[in-house]
């Protein structure tokens, strides 16, 4: 069973920044594409990041592009999203997910349709 656990969510004031980590339980791990999503009170879970097996490609959603970095660590199974110039908008529980197509376009991977397994979700509060 794979598993992921998200860790370093937190509350931080505005413009400031916070970097989250995604510890995955698999063999497997540099063979797929991980992203991160969010989700805030009421809303759909959105996409925010994702990147390919071996990092060389990466996807960001316009809201976090130029503020958000995605990178990983295949030696040690991590995923990672630094988070800089974080705004109140970007108050959510944040997940990270394995992708569950193997050798897929990098676009493929901005829905959560792309994706077969999830953490749990770390809380991220921005306040003003």
Known sequence: QVQLVESG???VQAGGS???SCSVSERTFSTYTMGWFR???GND???VAAISSNGGSTLYSNSVKGRFTIS???AKNTVYLQMNSLKP???AVYFCARGSIIGA???TYGTSRAYNYW???TQVTVSS
Request: aromatic fraction near 8%.
């Open 9 to 11: 969510g937190g509350l």
């Open 18 to 20: 916070l970097r989250l």
């Open 39 to 41: 989700q805030a009170p």
């Open 45 to 47: 879970r959105e996409f």
């Open 72 to 74: 990983r660590d295949n």
């Open 89 to 91: 908008e970007d108050t």
């Open 105 to 107: 376009s990098i676009y």
């Open 119 to 121: 953490g749990q979700g």
